[in-house]
């Protein structure tokens, strides 16, 4: 099964009703979303917990949904929240051994542009930098990127080339 926005909407809903089946069926496509989410922003043998967390989240936030607005936004928004959330702890512990350990010496110049990208986007508008995010940074096709932030594909194009411009603005002056 793909999880795509109308299959998880429909888990959501009924999980909602309290069907188990499709509350187990939701759980387990959204730990796999929230794997691959992780994979690319935490070390290897963090993941697993940090995605428990995260589920243990969406279930005590399960009655907060509203059947009317897009599910995977919904579960990205605390999902983010949860790796900020994660990085503060790691940081806050003197755990900085994550660049270290997780990267070598040789991957210091991406994580410290992994670190200037997150840092411009932050300066953008949350959907252009969504947008931008999605398609150009995790390689998700336009239509892909629709339905994940639930605007339609011209408004996700617009939201990447009006961004891209501010990114390029802003790299200019510095």
Sequence with gaps: MRADEATLARLMMMSQKGDKQAYATLLSECQRWLSRY?????????LDDLVQETLMALHNKLATWDSSR??????AAIARYRWVDHLRRLYRADECELVTDFAGQDDEPAIAARISIDRLLGMLPDPQARAIELVKIEGLSIAEASQATGQSESLVKVNIHRGLKKLAHMVEKA
């Design 38 to 46: 992780y994979s690319r922003r935490i070390a290897p043998a963090q």
């Design 70 to 75: 897009p599910f995977l936004p919904w579960m």
